[in-house]
């Protein structure tokens, strides 16, 4: 219990460094930490992540200049599909497959807000300015970091269990 209480407060910490310290960092200000903690948390056994998940969507909504439920639809679905995939799909829970997940989670992430904004667009709900602030060089940036960042909170759980050498190197029969 204590542990899911944490992790709450860790988000809305990154939530709060996000809107207010990170935002001034140029390299910084394009990175959503949030996202890095639900992904993360969308690779272990237990099904907090959900709740981490709708806890990091809303709170990023509440200070997003997007419409309500645009983070929290797309957070939603990113982690639902990478704790999917990871579990069910991806049987050896290799490094190379994590990473690759986690791209794929990030990118899937950005486009289902862009989707968002479009259709919002069209349904001429959103105005036409904010389609030109997502732009691929800031995701493939923000991509690059969180890789770095998960790569190093992925490595340090499975040191921590001792099974890096069952990482790195498949061990054959």
């Not at 990154?14 to 949030?34: D, G, R, T, Y």
């Not at 389609?131 to 800031?138: A, E």
């Amino acid at each position: 219990m204590i542990k899911k209480i944490l992790i709450i407060l860790g988000i809305l910490s990154a939530v709060i460094l996000q809107i207010s310290l990170f935002s001034a960092i140029p390299f910084l200000n394009k990175v959503n930490f949030v996202l890095f903690i639900v992904l993360y948390l969308s690779t272990r056994q237990d099904n907090f992540y959900i709740l981490a998940a709708i806890f990091g969507g809303a709170a990023l909504d509440f200070y997003s200049s997007f419409t309500f439920g645009t983070h929290l639809a797309a957070t939603l679905a990113v982690v639902s599909f990478i704790n999917y995939a990871y579990f069910k799909i991806l049987v050896g829970h290799r490094f190379l497959s994590f990473i690759i997940l986690m791209n794929i989670g990030i990118f899937s992430y950005h486009l289902l807000l862009w989707t968002a904004v479009l259709t919002l667009n069209f349904l001429k709900i959103y105005p036409r300015a904010v389609i030109l602030t997502l732009n691929f060089r800031d995701i493939f940036k923000e991509a690059v970091f969180l890789t770095l960042l998960l790569s190093a909170a992925y490595l340090a759980f499975k040191i921590s269990q001792k099974k890096i050498k069952e990482i790195v190197i498949p061990i054959r029969n």
